[in-house]
C-alpha cells in the first residue's frame, strides 16, 4: 500500500491542495467559473458572491480505499466588503498523510468582476526514511460577469513555485472556466486547467433543477485517473447534501459526500 501511495504523490498536482466539493464534483471536478460557496474553498473569487455565513464538510474515499481518502470543512464569513472564507483539509493515513489549511477573502469590483485572494499552509508526513515537509502557497482568482447567465473563471495556484524541500515538488496551476446558465434549471460548465507537471485537462459538467430544488448532475475529465462522473443535491430540511460518483475503467469508482449549511441571515 505504501508503493501505492508513493505512486499517487504526483496526481497531487492534478487539482489544488483541497479536494473539489458540492456539485462541482460531480461536474468533472470544476471549480473555476462556479459561483457556490464550496467553489470558493478552491477559488477564492467565488468568496464575493457570499452575503450569508456558511458551513460545510466533504469526504471521499478514492477508489474505495480508505487510505486515500480525503476529508475537509470550510466556513464562510461575510463583512463589508466582501467575505472571508476558512478550510482545513486531510489526505491520507498515519503512514502517509497531507494536511491542508487555509484562508482566503474576495470581492467585487465593480458590478461585472469578483476577484479574491488565498494562502494555505500544507504539511505533507511520510513514515520511514521520509521527514515531514512544510509548503507555504498563494492562490488567486478573477470572475468576469459579460451577462447575467455567463462567468468566465481565471485561476492561479502557486504562482510563487513553492515546493517542499525533501519530498515532492508542487506545481504551478492555472486554468479557465465558462458557466452559463441556460435556463432558471439548467446551467453548463467547462473548463481548462494546466499546470507545470501534466498535460492540460478539459473538464465539461451539466446541472439540472427540478421544481423541488433536486439537482441532477453529469460530468466528464480527462484527467487521469477522474473520468465520468455523475451526481445529485437535495434540500433536507436546512442543510443541503451533494453526493457525487466518478469512475475510472482501471481503478474504479470514488464515492463523494458533501453536507452544507447556509445560516438564513446575516448576524
Known amino acids: 500500500m505504501n508503493l501505492i501511495l508513493l505512486a499517487y504523490l504526483p496526481l497531487f498536482g492534478q487539482l489544488p491542495e483541497a479536494p473539489v466539493s458540492g456539485s462541482g464534483s460531480a461536474m468533472g471536478n470544476t471549480w473555476i467559473s462556479l459561483r457556490s460557496n464550496e467553489a470558493s474553498l478552491l477559488n477564492p473569487a467565488a468568496l464575493g458572491y457570499s452575503r450569508l455565513y456558511w458551513a460545510g464538510v466533504h469526504h471521499e474515499n478514492r477508489f474505495l480505499l480508505k487510505e486515500l481518502g480525503e476529508s475537509s470543512i470550510g466556513v464562510t464569513i461575510p463583512v463589508t466588503p466582501g467575505s472571508f472564507g ?29 476577484a479574491g485572494v488565498g494562502l494555505s499552509f500544507t504539511r505533507l508526513q511520510i513514515i520511514g526514511e521520509y521527514r515531514n515537509d512544510n509548503a507555504y502557497l498563494i492562490e488567486g482568482g478573477i470572475h468576469y460577469l459579460p451577462t447575467d447567465k455567463l462567468v468566465v473563471g481565471f485561476y492561479l495556484f502557486n504562482p510563487t513555485h513553492s515546493k517542499f524541500d525533501n519530498l515532492a515538488d508542487i506545481p504551478v496551476l492555472m486554468g479557465v472556466g465558462l458557466t452559463y446558465l441556460l435556463s432558471d434549471r439548467i446551467q453548463i460548465v467547462s473548463q481548462l486547467d494546466d499546470d507545470t507537471q501534466r498535460e492540460p485537462a478539459f473538464r465539461f459538467g451539466m446541472e439540472y433543477f427540478t421544481s423541488k430544488g433536486i439537482a441532477f448532475r453529469i460530468g466528464y475529465s480527462t484527467v487521469s485517473p477522474e473520468g465520468i462522473t455523475v451526481g445529485v443535491g437535495l434540500p433536507v430540511k436546512t442543510f443541503h447534501v451533494d453526493f457525487c460518483l466518478s469512475h475510472n475503467q482501471y481503478l474504479g469508482f470514488t464515492p463523494k459526500l ?5 445560516f438564513t441571515k446575516k448576524s
Open 258 to 262: 458533501s453536507i452544507s449549511y447556509l
Open 86 to 114: 476558512i478550510n482545513i483539509s486531510h489526505f491520507g493515513y498515519n503512514a502517509f498523510s497531507r494536511i491542508k489549511a487555509g484562508v482566503g477573502y474576495g470581492m467585487h469590483l465593480g458590478k461585472r468582476f469578483v
